[in-house]
């Protein structure tokens, strides 16, 4: 039964015969599925099992910073029982690169894209589904071998110990370090795979874009999530096939004694490569171009989430929807020619640097019209405090230290000194960590309905806020000190030089911080699986928002929508006299209640509470 | 409770203030005494510094401040519905503006300092026509090779080359230049007290300039990272009057092309009992 809404634009509602239909067996629903919604889920449990690796691998690196060569406690005697429980130098570069590959390919580009790309993009743009869900799938699936080929390279000789940047010569010849061999192999084909998995999305999430938007969503009319979404799969999309190539080029090399990367006239380990001519710049140029705009990869879609769920938690109208558009544009097309301010330092030519450094200064303009415009958004609403506000909140705060200290980096003269210290490491900890997975967190909660059906519980919620919160601060914060004092990064052990000498107890009070921080993790799984089966129903918009997503059930059947929703306006339609509603959603007309709206059968028994409001108003 | 929240995004804000005010007093700021850089150029360095800190600081707490603000309003709101708006021009372009004017100043701002310190053309012609000495980084140390005494650094090594390693001797109030290359991995010179740094590429010979501007035995680390022992790259950089720095080259080449026999001109203690004596 589906009684549609009126159509004057002429538009006519479009039937959908084939929704509902039950997927076949549970091998066909729940593994090998097709349905984004599903994906989706796949790719949040996949990607919070890798959160908890990459997690344990910064652990393991904070405890040698706070006390190092002591065994390291629980794991210790139990993983290197020869070297008494120590974490050896080979073993810590190791730890690095590999908190960095997992938290950067296995965590946040998949939780964004993979996860919330793909939960919301059909969803919020009124389609049945991705435009080619058997990809969908595959990019799915595509994330197993490159997890696969990073788990192989632990074991050979104690895994890449390159950094995640795997810069030439160490990375490409296999004699200049003991994480140069095998290892190093396995894991440029592991950024190889996750390149694939990526590619497929992106190009998915584009077309889908495109082409399926529901009657009446004209681009100007997409949700910030949709546009932050858009936005990072181009980027992916022209970015991603330059480091495919570079990898690739690195592979040969290191197998088929290609010489792309390595200049003749070395000798490392006292062995001499018998051939050369090639130049380790090429590699970095190669790297950070894709590397770079990799950086707005992990934020575009956090910007757009934030906007979204800001503007319904304040019950405001996003201040600036189409300047917050250009703004994500802006930051995305520099994204595309700011790659060298990662190499004022690397000896390529100096007045590159000028070109680079103007370029990065110009982008932290639109970055701050973002925040202004956020922070416009609030003012004047009406701020609910629940997990989802705190976690923008901590977004915000968090994302205008990383901005602010990403102009010191912009800076060339200043950046030298910072450069590959520890302020460095604390500015993308504020932007990656900070920024981003406050964001994601926020994300988690406020479409949690979305995916399970059920609100997740707020206590918790706003205890795992709180504790990461303080834990993150307290960790990153003091990052900033010890790289105004010089401390480089991947040191084991920077004690040993004079000058950073009295580190050791700032490093120990950040260490502490983490742990804080690792252990509030625990909160946020007991929550999602407790809130999975036992937490309150949510019914189709508990969040009284505006977007498509609340049209549908929860979670949404295969094929998501009863009809395909018609679009009247732009999304964020809060503090309007609706009724007695403050908001109206995008399916509804202007200044008038919506005409009819029968909820089906599921909707009645499992919805009450939201539905009989929205009902009562209509 | 909605107070208490704004309470709880007030104090981060504040405490950021605070630590940072108080980091020059703890010794949190740069490196070596009083904070300050070793060399002239590391001074403008930290000038720009001070300045792009300065603007941050005023933007931080702004930003902080309104947020705040901005929350504490929202959680009082007593009317029926929020405000319904959904943006003002003017109030986009002056935000959009004024960032805009205050980040292109800085960045022609520093044209200067990056020019001098490393655009070719602006280098000082006193250090080019002599650079003092190359620079090896190697897996995991640094050596270096000064020109014998009274001749010029060649590309090639000379048979009457003075070699060190880790240990780098230069003098302070003229301009130095050192070459710099790698002979395995890349590696990265980098003088904290000096505000200098400069990756070694393989491949590559980097001129790198400095003027040290007062004595002082300094840490040389390197950044970039090298492989397992990365973090044992140790080395010192001496900087110490022209007068001493003749005289340890001397010292350097008695002991260098000592032939064993004869009188032992410089053996390794009485050199150095040497060297201060004169």
């Not at chain 1, 390159?162 to 095998?182: K, M």
Request: proline share 7%; with cysteine; net charge negative.
């Amino acid at each position: 039964m589906s009684v549609v809404h009126p159509s004057p634009t002429g538009l006519q509602p479009i039937l959908k015969p084939q929704a509902h239909h039950a997927p076949g067996n549970f091998i066909t629903k729940y593994i090998f599925s097709t349905d984004h919604k599903i994906i989706a889920i796949q790719f949040l449990f996949t990607t919070l099992l890798m959160l908890i690796v990459g997690g344990a691998l910064a652990l393991a690196v904070r405890w040698q910073l706070a006390f190092p060569w002591e065994s390291m406690p629980i794991v210790g005697p139990w993983l290197f029982s020869a070297e008494g429980g120590q974490i050896s130098p080979e073993f810590y570069t190791m730890l690095f690169t590999m908190h960095a590959t997992v938290m950067i390919f296995l965590v946040i580009i998949p939780i964004l894209a993979g996860t919330f790309g793909n939960l919301l993009i059909p969803l919020m743009i009124g389609a049945d589904d991705m435009a080619f869900p058997k990809l969908n799938m595959l990019s799915y699936w595509f994330m197993w071998p490159a997890i696969v080929c990073f788990g192989m390279s632990f074991t050979y000789a104690g895994g890449p110990a390159a950094g995640w940047t795997s810069y030439p010569i160490l990375a490409d010849l296999a004699q200049a370090a003991p994480g140069s061999g095998t290892a190093q192999t396995f894991w440029l084909l592991g950024v190889t795979f996750i390149g694939f998995s990526s590619m497929m999305g992106s190009i998915n999430y584009m077309t889908t874009i495109i082409n399926m938007r529901a009657p009446g969503m004209t681009f100007f009319r997409l949700p910030m999530t949709i546009w932050g979404l858009f936005i990072t799969a181009i980027l992916q999309a022209f970015a991603l096939p330059v480091l495919t190539a570079g990898g690739f080029m690195q592979v040969t090399d290191r197998l088929l004694g290609t010489c792309f990367f390595y200049p003749s006239g070395l000798v490392i380990n006292n062995a001499a490569p018998t051939v050369g001519g090639g130049q380790p710049l090429l590699w970095q140029h190669l790297f950070w171009f894709y590397s770079h705009p990799a950086v707005y990869i992990m934020l575009l879609p956090v910007m757009g989430m934030v906007s979204d769920m800001l503007s319904c938690m304040c019950r405001k109208p996003l201040f600036g929807y189409k300047p917050m558009i250009f703004s994500m544009s802006a930051i995305a097309s520099l994204g595309f020619i700011v790659w060298g301010h990662h190499m004022y330092t690397s000896g390529m030519n100096p007045a590159v640097g000028m070109a680079f450094m103007v370029a990065t200064m110009m982008i932290a303009l639109p970055s701050a019209v973002k925040t202004f415009n956020w922070t416009a958004t609030i003012w004047g609403g009406k701020v609910q405090f629940n997990t989802v506000t705190l976690n923008c909140i901590g977004f915000l705060s968090m994302f205008i230290v990383g901005g602010l200290s990403g102009i010191f980096m912009a800076a060339v003269p200043v950046d030298v000194y910072f450069h590959d210290t520890y302020f460095i490491v604390a500015h993308f900890h504020y932007v990656l960590f900070g920024a981003t997975l406050f964001g994601v967190f926020g994300a988690l909660h406020f479409w949690f309905p979305k995916m399970f059906g059920r609100l997740m519980n707020e206590k918790l919620g706003k205890t795992h806020f709180v504790l990461t919160f303080i834990g993150a601060n307290g960790t990153f914060f003091p990052m900033h000190f010890l790289g105004m004092q010089g401390m480089p990064r991947r040191y084991a052990d920077p004690y040993l030089h004079g000058y950073l000498e009295h580190l050791l107890p700032m490093n120990q009070f950040m260490t502490i911080s983490a742990i804080v921080m690792g252990l509030a993790q625990i909160l946020l799984f007991i929550n999602i699986f407790y809130s999975m089966f036992f937490g309150p129903k949510a019914g189709r918009n508990p969040w009284h928002a505006t977007t498509l997503e609340w049209t549908a059930a929860s979670p949404p059947p295969h094929g998501n929508f009863d009809v395909t929703p018609i679009v009247f306006h732009g999304p964020n339609e809060y503090a309007v006299q609706n009724g007695d509603r403050d908001f109206l959603m995008q399916t509804e007309q202007e200044c008038e209640p919506p005409v009819s709206q029968a909820p089906d059968a599921e909707n009645q028994t499992d919805n009450a509470d939201t539905d009989n409001e929205q009902e009562s108003s209509s | 409770m909605g107070k208490g929240w704004c309470l709880f995004f007030l104090f981060w804000p504040v405490a950021a203030v605070v630590s940072c005010a108080m980091a020059p007093m703890v010794g949190w700021s740069f490196p070596y005494d009083n904070a300050q850089a070793a060399s002239n150029l590391g001074i403008r360095i930290d000038g720009l510094f001070y300045l792009i800190l300065i603007v941050t600081a005023i933007v931080f707490v702004g930003t902080q401040a309104v947020l705040v603000y901005a929350l504490w309003r929202g959680v009082n709101n007593r009317e029926e519905r929020a405000t319904h708006i959904h943006g003002n021009h003017k109030l986009e372009l002056i935000w959009s503006i004024i960032p805009g004017v205050i980040l292109l100043f800085l960045a022609l701002y520093q044209m200067n300092i990056w020019a001098d310190f490393r655009i070719k053309k602006f280098y000082p012609e006193v250090a080019v026509k002599d650079p003092i000495a190359e620079v090896t980084a190697r897996q995991f140390e640094w050596r270096f090779r000064y020109p014998a005494i009274g001749k010029k650094l060649q590309p090639k090594p000379q048979p009457d080359d003075l070699y060190t390693v880790n240990e780098l001797h230069v003098p302070f109030g003229r301009p130095v230049m050192i070459q710099l290359r790698s002979d395995d991995v890349q590696h990265s010179f980098f003088l904290p007290a000096l505000r200098i740094k400069q990756d070694a590429l393989p491949g590559l010979q980097i001129p790198v300039w400095f003027e040290a501007n007062k004595e002082g035995v300094y840490d040389l680390v390197c950044a970039e990272l090298c492989g397992w022992g990365h973090y044992k790259m140790k080395a010192h950089v001496i900087v110490e009057s022209e007068e001493d720095y003749q005289n340890y080259l001397k010292n350097l080449t008695q002991q260098q092309f000592y032939d064993g026999l004869g009188k032992i001109a410089a053996n390794e203690n009485d050199s150095e009992s040497e060297a201060t004596e004169k």
